[in-house]
């Protein structure tokens, strides 16, 4: 509560100030503007100056109503925790769901059959069960389940797949971990030219690998459109010592679950869009850096250490870093799951895994 007295030169400008701020809206609150008269003596008998009426009058308070969103709603509906790590999985499939069911109806009423007369569930009882059970959002839809797990270099994001898949499969559901398969975007990485290779060798170009255009994402969205197909396809398998691919992987089996790994895996919007879950690793800085010097100072030793540490930390400064604040990071606000403390955080694993397992379960 808080009254301002403004004079203006003129009387057309205080009419003009009134007609203008009269009713706006400020912090929920409505502003109520007026004259105030010329003050004058009090006269005997007066109990306060007009001045002191204006000052001692009660602020009038708006309250501004806080409505539920539609999601809260839709949530509430299908029967969805909002405090669970997948709710906003749960509400994308269930809201998918409920438009195609929508679109059958409509163009059964267009074109009706016999066979759509005849209803094998009552409409009532298919309602019921997808609201008391909210895992019904996971079923088979006919090809695999494709989850993406991005975040920073040095996150844990290929030890969070690998302690996925062992989850699942100390749980007894070996057949399922072994029909899981890892896709690695650092396998992905866009050819370099032996002129690039040699001048990177020398010190004399660096190339950032933590950079969009280091990765051939074209690639990446054929080979998964083809694991959704059913379709074999080649991996390719890159050499980080090499800096080039060295040869490749086959691919022949469908696999049930695809665990796509890598810190640009939610950053094109055509890659976020074959992913049925999108999950982001979420680790500090000081830790990745701690784990980035630990892998590339662990296979040297001697007066080498320090030429190596040195080339590592002006990448890390001028390519790493910048590449991660500009591109990477705000990737995680398309993550259905935030995994904080990454590979280490077992309660967030278990969940995933428990959710792989259920979905198993419905197919």
Partial sequence: ??????????????????????GARVLGRTLRVDHVKAYRQPKQGDDELPTERVMNAAP??????????????????????????????????????????????????????K?????KEPKASRRRRSRSNPNSVLKDSG???????GGGRGAGKEFTCRNIIDKVRERGYADLADRVVHLHLD???????????????????????????????????????????GEP??????????????????????PRVVLVEGTLVLFVKEIRSLFDVQVFVDVDSDTRLGRQVRAELRDVEGPAMNDVLRRFLDYYLYMAKPSFEEFIFPTKRWADVIIPKGDRNQVAIELIAQRLIDLDRSA
Wanted: proline share 4%; aromatic share 8%; hydrophobic share 30%.
């Fill in 60 to 113: 009038e308070v708006v309250e501004v109503r806080s409505e539920r969103s539609d999601d809260e709603e839709v949530m509430q509906e299908a029967g969805i925790d909002p405090d669970d790590p997948m709710a906003a999985y749960y509400l994308k499939k269930y809201k998918r769901r409920m438009k195609k069911e929508r679109s059958d109806r409509r163009s059964k009423r267009r074109s009706p059959s």
């Fill in 115 to 119: 066979e759509s007369q005849v209803s």
């Fill in 143 to 149: 090809h695999p389940m494709f989850i993406g797990i």
């Fill in 233 to 254: 396809v080649t991996v390719p398998q890159w050499d980080h010592r090499q800096r080039q691919v060295q040869g490749g992987r086959e691919i022949a089996c469908c």
């Fill in 1 to 22: 509560k808080g009254y301002a007295f403004v004079q203006y030169e003129d009387q057309r400008s205080t009419v003009l100030a009134v007609d203008n701020l009269n």
């Fill in 187 to 229: 396998d992905f990485h866009r050819e370099l030219s032996a002129e690039d290779r040699a001048q990177i060798d020398n010190g004399t170009a660096e190339i950032n690998f933590d950079h969009p255009e280091s990765y051939d994402f074209a690639l990446l969205a054929d080979v998964m459109q083809k694991l959704r197909l």
